[in-house]
């Protein structure tokens, strides 16, 4: 609890701190954490959280732990705690057999880069959508995805299992994910002249802006007008900017405005001499979607 009131500075919202502890303690996403502590003296001096994840790669699925919400207090910075707890925290997962971190760093890479992560591409993709800037190639229709969840998984699995890496989702993956965002929209794909989905989108809208947490299209040839639908539809329905995290594919750089990520940045650690890494990982971490940010 102490933890998660020191993080309210970097990571708080407009609940009271009192109110934001209490919703960490009883989060769906954060559950899904081992979080550890450094103490000074009694006192929390750093904190972090350490996920499972599993990671597709070279033909094999691959244990590893995903770091989120490194911090330390203004007090006791600067003394090196922050790093001497990451590297506990690697020992406990090495022990248990992990062969991959994974971060989203929010501070400058070249601090986990010593550590042996690798930056790889990251990118924002934002549009505003206009009615009659964008053809309608297609239609996407809602679905509830506990009621959908096993063509919900095997789709992702179909539109990720061409990149030379990618997060596996397992049923308790897929619990977690829509147990942690009850309140977004989640649609079918349905190409025109097609009979039935080869695609999918989450959304997350708000008054502002539409975000995309995680989407997939199984035939890479539909992306554009994958792409070109969700702007039209969007416009058509009176939303505003839409967008997020979307790799730079010819087709979306086509759609959107594509940026590079100066915070949440995706950085990959191989921690073992026997885990693969190939420089295709760094250009595909780039279809990692904000679904599976931790």
Known sequence: ????????????????????????????????????????????????GAYPIVLKAAGASWPGYAIGAVHTPPEFRRNGYARTLLDTVEQQQLAAGTQFGLIYS???PE????????????HYAWAVPRVGDQPIGGRFERFHPDESAAELAEMYVAAQSSRSIWIERDTVYWDWVRGRYPEHEWYWWIAAGAEGPTGY??????????????WGVVHSGEERAFWETL???????????????????????GCFEVTGRSIEMTMICPLTSTAPWDDA?????AWFTECDHI
């Open 111 to 122: 601090y986990y880069a010593a550590t042996g992560y690798r930056l790889c591409d990251s």
């Open 231 to 253: 702007l039209g539809w969007s416009a058509e329905l009176g939303r505003a900017r839409i967008g997020g995290w979307l790799p730079k594919s010819e087709a979306i750089a």
């Open 201 to 214: 989108i989450q959304l997350k809208p708000s008054d502002t802006e539409t975000r995309v947490f995680d």
């Open 106 to 108: 929010d501070i400058k």
């Open 1 to 48: 609890a102490v933890a998660f009131g020191n993080v309210y500075e970097c990571w708080g919202d407009e609940r009271s701190v009192e109110e934001y502890v209490a919703w960490r303690l009883q989060s769906v996403q954060h559950a899904r954490a081992t979080w550890w502590v450094g103490c000074i003296d009694g006192t929390v001096a750093t904190s972090l």
């Open 281 to 285: 990982y760094s250009r595909d971490v």
